[in-house]
Every structure is written in C-alpha cells, then in structure tokens.
C-alpha cells in the first residue's frame, strides 16, 4: 500500500510541476494561452515560445506567413498572418491584420473607434474581423454581431447619434471606416501591464519557487507515519 501511495504522490507532483506555472497562474489573473506552431510570432517584440501564458495589455505579433492561437475560458481566437492584436481578458484590440473569433463567453473585438460584439454574448458565436488600410470588415459566420462606433472625442458622447450601431446577421458581411487611429497599447506601455510582470524573470522565479516546495511536499522525506498502526 505504502508503494503505490508513493508512486501516486509522485505522480501528481510531476503532472503539477508541468501544469502549474502555466495554467494556474493565467487563471488566476485572467489570463489565457498563446499556442504558435513555428517562428514569426513576437509577444511584447520578443520572439514567442510555442506555448505561454500571455496576460492583460500582452502584445501578439505574427509575421508574414506566421499564425497564431489565443485560447481563453470559453474564446478561442485565431490570428492570420501579419497581424498586430493586444489581449485584454474580454477584449481583443487589433491594430491591423486579420482575426476569427470562436465565443461563448461574448468576446469583442475593438479596432480603433468601431467594437465588435456578439449577438447574444451566451451563445455561441463565430465571425471575422479584417482591418486593413483604415476599413474594417467584419463577416459573421455563425450568429449574429453588432458593430458599434464610440465618438472620437468625449465632448461627443452626449451627442445623439441614429448610425452609431449597425446589426451584421449570421451569414453576411458589413465594412465600416476605422474613425481613429491606432488602437492598441505600445510595446513599452505593454511591457509595464501585469503580462510583462508575470513573464519578468521575477515571476519566472517565484513560479520555480512554487513548484519546488509542491514538489518536496511530494518527494521529501517524511517522518510522520502515514497511520497509526505504523511504527
């Protein structure tokens, strides 16, 4: 008995050292997966590891003939090559390039002024959104999704407006300007967001740190017996 309890336990040490640092910590702050299967993909302008936890303000850039995945809770984006796409939990902010989008937990897409929204945020909802040379066009491929456009300048969202939202239906496909400019963070600014702090050699060594005292909670000796009848 006392055997197979400790191959067990080790058992679960090894499959917590691999999962943990990874999983557990995107969880925790929101985070989600950034899964690549080759080069070309840059996160916050260093090269990407095929897997890796990215987190709020975190940057993605694919290069040319490179593609990536985000898959979150309930989302899954895929980027097209020569994308430029800032992560933020909810919220997709692509500065150009091309996406498609799988949701059941309503995420949206923002590219300067315009914002991309299912239908109905609980079901499940599929659409494209490209963004290139200042026109954005969105194709919805399974469900509905709204295109709202927010006023370029505060003073204007008092502003009664009757154009403001437009209904793209399940099957079509609708094209609006981008209104503003660039929408997404800048690498430096990214850097400074919890993402940068979770993949700073800091958090890299707290994580090592964790893994360490699961593991030796696992492996190391231990002196208490592991019943009474034990002597």
């Not at 996160?43 to 898959?71: C, H, M, Y």
């Not at 079509?172 to 050699?201: F, H, L, V, W």
Request: aromatic share 4%; glycine share 8%; with cysteine.
């Amino acid at each position: 008995m006392g055997v197979i309890l400790s191959g067990w336990r080790h058992l679960v040490v090894l499959v917590m050292a691999v999962v943990l640092p990874v999983s557990l910590f995107a969880q925790e702050v929101n985070g989600a997966i950034l899964r690549s299967n080759g080069t070309g993909i840059l996160l916050n302008s260093a090269s990407a590891p095929p897997s890796t936890a990215i987190f709020a303000n975190d940057l993605i850039e694919t290069q040319k003939d490179a593609v990536a995945r985000i898959e979150a809770t309930g989302s899954a984006a895929d980027i097209n090559s020569e994308t430029v796409v800032q992560y933020d939990v909810d919220e997709l902010v692509l500065d150009h390039g091309a996406l498609s989008v799988n949701t059941s937990r309503g995420m949206r897409v923002r590219v300067g002024c315009l914002t991309v929204t299912p239908f109905n945020p609980s079901d499940w909802t599929q659409f494209e959104v490209l963004d290139r040379d200042g026109k954005v066009t969105v194709h919805a491929l399974k469900n509905d999704v709204y295109i709202d456009a927010r006023p370029k300048n505060q003073q204007d969202v008092k502003k009664p407006s009757h154009s403001s939202r437009d209904l793209v239906r399940e099957g079509e496909q609708k094209s609006r300007d981008e209104k503003c400019g660039a929408a997404y963070m800048n690498p430096a600014e990214a850097r400074s967001g919890i993402g940068a702090i979770m993949n700073s050699t800091t958090a890299k060594i707290i994580g090592a740190g964790v893994v360490v005292t699961v593991a030796c909670f696992g492996l190391c000796p231990d002196d208490d017996p592991i019943s009474p009848s034990k002597p």
